[in-house]
């Protein structure tokens, strides 16, 4: 990594808005089983700052609630349209967005028994512009062995839109859940969670709970990797992506802004190893609180360790994020705070 690529934090920070939009979607190839690619429509101690020019967090974009557009993306109410597969009497809500919610997205007909059906949109984890990235299909443990080589269970390319779209029976037996693997010129491979596996059978649920995939950029790791490198406790974790990690975002439902003020929470308690950076708002990292941007960095986390969004001692999260780390990747996670 290169610190001649870095870029200020001032433009990487802005949780700037980028277009939906749309475009016709490359058709992925599968690796295995009836898998297709269909067109889609439409509490630590030691925070101790860094050395070197401080990282400027610019805050969230916002909207005044009453709806408006943010860079791009609608944060107008979106009335009629389905969020969860829980809305739909099929039980099944076809969705490409999960903040801000996709105003297109529709109940449609369940998937077939032991099929599952993936949708979404890779975005740049700074910006949210829309990455044309190549994915891999996986479940979490093949991930988590080794996120550079593993083939997963199928493979595909999301549009220049960022929009995928994939049809798979390959997903039971999937131990805790299926993750996308994505890549593109100047990002880091990115681990991103799709849906858990449930706990008593290993069976999935007809579609995506997470529609939200992320790239995150090379310069904006190595970044991070500077400032953090100060840090007593991460320090002998990084860099970040070499030996793995965990960089997340605590973002409001509507717009997908940060959220300031928002402690992650290891359920695992005094138990937990992880050690958890905030951003704060004048470009330092904390052991408190996010700040404004919603940013937080997780190193050392065990495999599928959960943690809560929490503020005032209350669990603010829409639902817990699950994590995991390991060596030739980064790991992203956005935590969506309930309505």
Same mark, same amino acid.
């Given at each position: ?17 980028s ?11 599968p ?5 297709e ?11 101790t ?5 401080a990282?400027?967090?610019t805050?969230? /974009? ?6 408006g ?8 109410p +979106? ?5 969860e597969?829980e =809305?739909?009497?099929s ?18 007909p ?12 890779v975005r ?5 512009a ?16 080794n996120? &550079? ?6 493979m595909?390319?999301?549009d ?8 798979? =029976? ?7 859940g ?6 593109? @010129? ?5 681990? $991103?969670?799709? +849906?858990?596996?449930?706990? @008593? ?11 939200? +995939? ?14 953090l ?7 002998p ?7 793995g ?5 605590v ?15 290891s ?15 004048d470009? $330092?990292?904390? =052991?408190? /609180? ?7 960095i ?9 943690f809560?969004?929490? &503020? ?8 817990? /994020? ?6 030739g990747?980064v790991?992203? +996670?956005?935590v969506?705070l309930?309505?």
């Amino acid at each position: 990594m290169h610190a001649s690529q870095f870029v200020p934090l001032v433009l990487l920070l802005a949780s700037a808005c980028s277009p939906a939009g749309g475009g016709t979607p490359t058709t992925g190839a599968p690796t295995s089983g009836t898998t297709e690619a269909a067109s889609t429509t439409g509490s630590s101690t030691g925070a101790t700052g860094s050395t070197g020019p401080a990282m400027t967090d610019t805050g969230t /974009a916002g909207t005044d609630g009453s709806g408006g557009t943010t860079g791009g993306l609608s944060c107008m109410p +979106v009335e009629g349209a389905c969020r969860e597969h829980e =809305d739909c009497p099929s039980g099944y809500c076809e969705s490409f967005s999960s903040a801000p919610p996709d105003p297109d997205a529709t109940c449609e007909p369940a998937q077939p028994e032991g099929t599952i059906r993936l949708t979404g949109t890779v975005r740049d984890f700074v910006t949210r512009a829309p990455v044309a990235a190549s994915m891999r299909i996986a479940g979490a443990l093949d991930a988590a062995a080794n996120p &550079q080589t593993t083939p997963g269970i199928a493979m595909l390319d999301a549009d220049a839109a960022g929009r995928f779209e994939l049809v798979t =029976d390959q997903a039971d037996g999937q131990a805790i859940g299926l993750v996308a693997l994505s890549q593109a @010129a100047g990002y880091e491979l990115t681990v $991103t969670g799709l +849906v858990e596996a449930d706990i @008593a059978n290993g069976s999935y649920p007809p579609g995506a709970t997470n529609h939200d +995939v992320w790239v995150v950029p090379t310069t904006f790791v190595d970044e991070l990797n500077t400032k953090l490198l100060a840090d007593p406790e991460v320090a002998p974790f990084l860099p970040l992506g070499e030996v793995g990690g965990v960089v997340g975002r605590v973002r409001e439902p509507d717009c997908g802004d940060g959220v300031a003020g928002v402690e992650i929470v290891s359920r695992a308690g005094a138990q937990s190893t992880a050690v958890i950076r905030y951003l704060a708002d004048d470009g $330092t990292f904390t =052991d408190t /609180a996010t700040g404004p941007s919603g940013l937080f960095i997780i190193v050392a986390p065990a495999l599928a360790e959960k943690f809560d969004a929490m &503020q005032g001692g209350a669990i603010v999260g829409e639902r817990e /994020a699950t994590v995991g780390s390991a060596p030739g990747g980064v790991f992203a +996670v956005t935590v969506i705070l309930a309505k």
